[in-house]
Nanobody, 129 residues
Framework: QVRLVESGGGSVQAGGSLRVSCTAF????????MGWFRQAPGKEREGVAT???????NYADSVKGRFTISQDNGRNTLYLQMNSLKPEDTAMYYC???????????????????????WGQGTQVTVSS
């Protein structure tokens, strides 16, 4: 059974930086996609960034140039480095993952949250103005 555990959230002032991490337990296979999603109160969950097993990344327009997704395969850990944070980045951040059927497949589109089969419990990020 795959389990994803996020850590590293917290509170920061606008313009600051945070890094959140996600460690995957019980995750096997070489074709996969992992990503970060977020949900603010009263809003739908939205995709932030994804990365596949080839290292191909995708970012939401709202975070391009500010956030960086990366992975440490040796530690089964996914990271999201968040710089130049804005109050509108305040949300619960979730790690998600799914297996990909074919070698060199790309991640599902971020709006297709239902294609991501495994989810963490979330970590809160709060940005104050």
């Amino acid at each position: 059974q795959v389990r994803l555990v996020e850590s590293g959230g917290g509170s920061v002032q606008a313009g600051g930086s945070l890094r959140v991490s996600c460690t995957a337990f019980g995750y096997t296979g070489s074709n996969y996609c992992m990503g970060w999603f977020r949900q603010a109160p009263g809003k739908e969950r939205e995709g932030v960034a994804t990365i596949d097993s080839d290292g191909i990344t995708n970012y939401a327009d709202s975070v391009k140039g500010r956030f960086t997704i990366s992975q440490d395969n040796g530690r089964n850990t996914l990271y999201l480095q968040m710089n130049s944070l804005k109050p509108e980045d305040t949300a619960m951040y979730y790690c998600a993952a799914t297996y990909l059927r074919y070698l060199h497949s790309r991640c599902p589109a971020m709006e297709r949250t239902y294609d991501y089969n495994y989810w963490g419990q979330g970590t809160q990020v709060t940005v104050s103005s």
